[in-house]
């Protein structure tokens, strides 16, 4: 079946650090896949996506390659802020559905 | 921008109370969706629905039920709550059927 497996957090960074938020999935076909970040008290925002293999998804300083020959689509960021905090998920869609993975929550210290 | 409204913040209710979520989308969004999201298992679908008057089991659908009367209205209904319904309980919208989802703020719901 379809799921999606992202790496356990927290995750502690000193700002400035270079962030990774590693992401595999398993699917049929060609999903669409998706960063969605969920900021203290607020519901879940797109933060990016791809929705072919070898596409880049970019916002905000955060990066993501859909890499179709290791299932991956793992979040980077070259500098983090302390306002970068928050719970990271990865998504994939196959029609109706979205599989999220479990989260992965940032935490960076000033 | 897309907005997405939920009743409630927060709610507290006692075992055996039947609950009614709410969820209003402002951007003529065909499909909506209701999920829970619980610490390490990230959000779990209980149902969505593509068209008014239309709805599809997701992936953990006991215990609850569902409506959507008008198009921007979906609303999740417990007809006898339990403690273990205990969660943050998300809407969200989109207007394709693998299109981006837009989230309301989130109804943490405690069953006493």
């Known amino acids: 079946g379809n799921s999606v497996t992202q790496m356990e957090g927290p995750v502690t960074l000193s700002e400035e650090a270079f962030l990774t938020i590693n992401c595999t999935y398993t699917?049929?076909?060609?999903?669409?896949l998706f960063w969605y970040v969920q900021y203290p008290g607020e519901g879940l925002q797109l933060l990016l996506k791809?929705?072919?293999?070898?596409d880049k998804g970019s916002n905000k300083g955060f990066e993501a390659t859909y890499r179709k020959e290791t299932t991956s689509f793992h979040l980077e960021k070259g500098s983090v802020q302390v306002s970068d905090s928050a719970v990271y998920f990865c998504?994939?869609?196959?029609?109706?559905?979205?599989?999220f993975g479990a989260g992965t929550r940032l935490f960076v210290k000033a | 921008d897309v907005k997405v409204t939920q009743s409630s913040r927060y709610l507290v209710k006692r075992t055996g109370e039947k609950v009614f979520l709410e969820c209003v989308q402002d951007?003529?969004?065909?499909?909506m969706f209701w999920y829970r999201q619980d610490p390490g298992l990230g959000l779990r679908l209980i149902y969505f629905?593509?068209?008014?008057?239309?709805?599809e089991k997701g992936d953990i659908p006991e215990g609850y039920s569902v409506s959507r009367e008008k198009k921007e209205r979906f609303s999740l209904i417990l007809e006898s709550a339990s403690t273990n319904q205990t969660s943050m309980y998300l809407c969200?919208?989109?207007?394709?059927?693998?299109?981006?989802?837009?989230f309301g703020p989130g109804t943490r719901l405690t069953v006493l």
């Open positions: 969200a919208s989109s207007f394709e059927e693998s299109d981006t989802q837009y």
């Open positions: 699917a049929t076909g060609y999903p669409s």
């Open positions: 791809a929705t072919k293999a070898d």
């Open positions: 998504a994939l869609n196959r029609g109706f559905k979205t599989i």
């Open positions: 951007m003529d969004h065909e499909n």
């Open positions: 629905s593509y068209d008014v008057k239309m709805k």
